[in-house]
Every structure is written in structure tokens, then in C-alpha cells.
């Protein structure tokens, strides 16, 4: 079947929404990976504000269903720390490493998200920011808004926005050029900071992972988790249960799927303090997968990725189930590290050995060349085959 996630009612590239806000301002550098604004506040010519939203997209509907069937409120640490990271590492790769306020958006259908769940939610959130100060990262949580809106969410949206100020000479633009290499940092296994073994799912593609996953028992015991008017071959169409083992994995299925979106702070914060002239881009691999770098491109290059990190089971495991297109799964998921630094060759060792400390994979993925059209273009490597975007 071809685009899966299309069908589902959702969108890799998020196409209707950069259509949306293509005529809208761009801030001081176009070209950093997240929008930055003046100093409003004191009005600092030397310094830049910076303010992002993100949310944790579909996975809390699996948190649900698991906390569901097992009572496991443990389930929603993981939610938190997903939409968190979605802020906080894009605002990393705008150059900003510390100094972040915080602030929740929870949406709650209250007659199925109990009080007990909000517990956990906003205590984690507190326990998770105290957790990035042992590594200089300044987080603070300044409250925000919870909400019951049961005719609008069928059960629960959790969301953050994140606020800074930095100096304007930290601002990481973004200057992808030839000659530079491409460092990947795995998304998958277990960092020194890290409390579990993580399968590298992330925040993007929950919603194919799910119903390329799990089992139709889910659409009749909880039908509440699916919008109706979804074709049927594509809702629930797996063979999985949450609690089921998984070779290859030391987790069930719901942890697997359920694995917290890993922060690179730890690795980027110290990185920037010491090589920040020398990396030319920091990209987040989130939405648009692995072609996430080609927003960011410039006209006339050509970015080869021909020494990819090995799939994680989890990957594997959402292609086979409904045999989706291998372009596909590069455009929708980060297939294995969800962190790019372009850099020389150099500073690139230097940065796999900073990541080692830290026991996070990391290698030269790829590269960047001259390009032969007037588009910034991007060849995947994949078993054999040259996948070719856009």
C-alpha cells in the first residue's frame, strides 16, 4: 500500500501546514530551525527571544489504551517527557541550551482521563526539568492551562510552550554546504541519562505505528482511540497486543511503542559551548523524517545518506506489517537517529566521541555535495536502493 499515512488522515510533511504559514514573517535568521524574535522584553539589541509549541501528536491515545488494559500509570511519565523534548531539542538546534520557561496545554475528556492521570502528568513535568539541571540545562515549569473539553478530545492532548531569551551571537543558523559530513545520533538503546532502553519511536508516525501495529481488538474495545470515518483496512490492522513480547526487544509491545522521546542536550549543550563555529546545522529529524534536512537546504546541493545507522526493530517491525514503501517510511519516521549535525570531518570525530560518553551511538551518516538542479535534493541509501526526494 502507498501513503499509508495520507489514508490515515494525517501528514508526514505537514504540506497543508507550511502552506499555511508561507507568507508569514521568518524572524531575525530565516534559516535557523526555529523562529526567532527580538528582545521584547528588555529590548537588547544584543540578545533574541525565542517561543515554541509542540504536543506529544497521537501517542497519548497509546498511552491511554495501555494504561487502559494494564492500570500502569507509569505510561504517562513517557507522554511527558515526549512533549517536552519536542520544544526543547528544536530549540537546541536553534542554539539555545538552557534558560527555558514552561509552560503545559493539557485538553482532557474528563469522563475518561481521571484526576489521577493529571497527577502524573504535572508532576512529572517538574520531576523531568530538575532531572536536566545536573547537565546546566535551566528549565522552569510557570503553570499553564488544563482543560475540559470532552466535545472536543475523545480523550487526552497534552501539549507545551517553551520560552527563552538568548544572546543573539548562540543563534544557530542553519548553512548546509558541500564538503561538510552528515554525524547521525541514534534515536534507539539507552543513554547514560536515560532510565530505560528506548526503541527510537520518537513523537512522529504514532498513528501509522499504531494501527500498522496493533490488533482490531483495539477498534472494538475501545473505539473511542479511532476517527470513524477512516477506511477499515487501514485502523487497527496489525497483529500485536500492547502486552505482547517482541523478539529483539527487551520490552512488550506498548514500551516499545511507548519508548520517550529522547532530549540530546546532554550531548548538544557542552558540543555548542566548545564547537559551535565549527558545525555548519543542527537538525531535529522529527516531522518529514529523514527528509527533514530539505527544508533547510539551500538551492544546488545534493545530500547523500549512504551510511545509515541499522533500522531499529521497531522500524522493521511498522514496514512489514503492512509492507510500507521504503520512501515512505524514510519521509514519515527518523529510522534510527533523530538528531543531524553538519560539520567537517574533524569536528565530526570529535563529536561520535562526545556521544560515546554519553553511550549514544553516533557515526558519519553522509554527506553533502554539489547538486545538479536548482533544488536542494536528497538520496537515501537504502539495501541496495537509491531513494531520490523530493
Same mark, same amino acid.
Given at each position: 500500500m502507498s501513503d499509508l499515512y495520507a489514508r490515515r488522515g494525517v501528514s508526514s510533511g505537514k504540506e497543508d501546514v507550511h502552506a499555511a504559514i508561507s507568507h508569514l514573517d521568518k524572524g531575525l535568521y530565516p534559516n535557523a530551525f526555529c523562529k526567532i524574535l527580538p528582545d521584547y522584553f528588555a529590548h537588547s539589541s544584543a540578545h533574541a527571544c525565542l517561543l515554541h509549541t509542540d504536543t506529544a501528536g497521537t501517542k497519548p491515545i497509546l498511552a491511554y489504551l495501555y494504561w487502559r488494559e494494564t492500570g500502569d500509570l507509569d505510561v504517562w511519565k513517557g507522554i511527558v517527557e515526549d512533549a517536552l523534548v519536542m520544544n526543547l531539542d528544536d530549540m537546541a538546534c536553534a542554539g539555545m541550551t538552557t534558560g527555558f520557561v514552561v509552560s503545559s496545554n493539557i %485538553? !482532557?475528556? @474528563?469522563? !475518561?482521563?481521571?484526576?489521577? #492521570?493529571? =497527577? #502524573?502528568?504535572?508532576?512529572?513535568?517538574d520531576a523531568y526539568l530538575n532531572s536536566l539541571r545536573k547537565y546546566g540545562i535551566e528549565a522552569w $515549569?510557570?503553570?499553564?492551562? +488544563?482543560?475540559?473539553?470532552?466535545?472536543?478530545?475523545?480523550?487526552?492532548?497534552? =501539549?507545551y510552550t517553551v520560552a527563552g531569551r538568548m544572546a543573539r551571537d548562540e543563534v544557530m543558523e542553519i548553512n548546509i554546504q558541500p564538503g561538510q559530513v552528515i554525524v547521525g545520533v541514534a534515536s534507539s =538503546?539507552?543513554? *547514560?541519562?536515560?532510565q530505560s532502553w528506548n526503541s527510537g519511536i520518537g513523537s512522529n508516525g504514532l498513528t501509522s505505528a499504531r494501527h500498522?501495529?496493533?490488533? *482490531?481488538?483495539? @477498534?472494538?474495545?475501545?473505539?473511542? +482511540?479511532?476517527?470513524? *470515518?477512516?477506511?477499515?483496512?487501514?485502523?487497527?490492522?496489525? @497483529?500485536?497486543? $500492547?502486552?505482547?513480547?517482541?523478539?529483539?526487544?527487551?520490552v512488550d509491545v506498548g514500551h516499545m511503542i511507548l519508548s520517550p522521546t529522547r532530549t540530546y542536550l546532554p550531548l548538544l549543550r557542552p558540543l555548542l559551548a566548545e564547537y559551535r563555529s565549527k558545525i555548519g546545522g543542527l537538525i531535529h529529524c +522529527?516531522?518529514? =523524517?529523514?527528509? @527533514?534536512?530539505? /527544508?533547510?537546504?539551500?538551492?544546488?546541493? /545534493?545530500?547523500?545518506k549512504?551510511? $545509515? &545507522?541499522?533500522?531499529?526493530?521497531?522500524? !522493521?517491525?511498522?514496514? %512489514? %506489517? &503492512?509492507? +510500507?514503501?521504503?520512501k515512505e517510511m524514510y519521509r514519515t519516521f527518523n &529510522?534510527?537517529? !533523530? $538528531?543531524?549535525?553538519?560539520?567537517?570531518?574533524?569536528?565530526?570525530?570529535?563529536?561520535?566521541?562526545?556521544a560515546a560518553s554519553l553511550h549514544l551511538q553516533a557515526q558519519v551518516v553522509g554527506r553533502v555535495e554539489p547538486g545538479a538542479g536548482p533544488k536542494a535534493t536528497l538520496?537515501?541509501?537504502?539495501?541496495?536502493?537509491?531513494?531520490?526526494?523530493?
Open positions: %485538553a !482532557r475528556n @474528563k469522563a !475518561r482521563i481521571p484526576g489521577e #492521570v493529571l =497527577g #502524573v502528568l504535572i508532576a512529572h513535568a $515549569l510557570a503553570g499553564g492551562e +488544563t482543560a475540559d473539553v470532552g466535545d472536543l478530545v475523545r480523550t487526552l492532548d497534552v =501539549g =538503546g539507552q543513554a *547514560s541519562y536515560e500498522d501495529l496493533l490488533a *482490531s481488538y483495539y @477498534k472494538v474495545h475501545y473505539p473511542e +482511540t479511532l476517527e470513524p *470515518s477512516l477506511e477499515e483496512a487501514v485502523t487497527y490492522a496489525g @497483529k500485536y497486543r $500492547l502486552t505482547d513480547p517482541i523478539a529483539g526487544v527487551p +522529527t516531522g518529514g =523524517g529523514q527528509t @527533514k534536512c530539505l /527544508h533547510f537546504a539551500p538551492q544546488g546541493v /545534493h545530500i547523500v549512504d551510511n $545509515l &545507522m541499522e533500522i531499529p526493530v521497531i522500524f !522493521r517491525e511498522i514496514q %512489514a %506489517a &503492512m509492507h +510500507t514503501p521504503w &529510522m534510527g537517529h !533523530r $538528531l543531524e549535525i553538519y560539520t567537517d570531518a574533524d569536528t565530526a570525530q570529535v563529536i561520535i566521541e562526545q538520496a537515501v541509501h537504502h539495501a541496495g536502493q537509491v531513494l531520490q526526494y523530493p
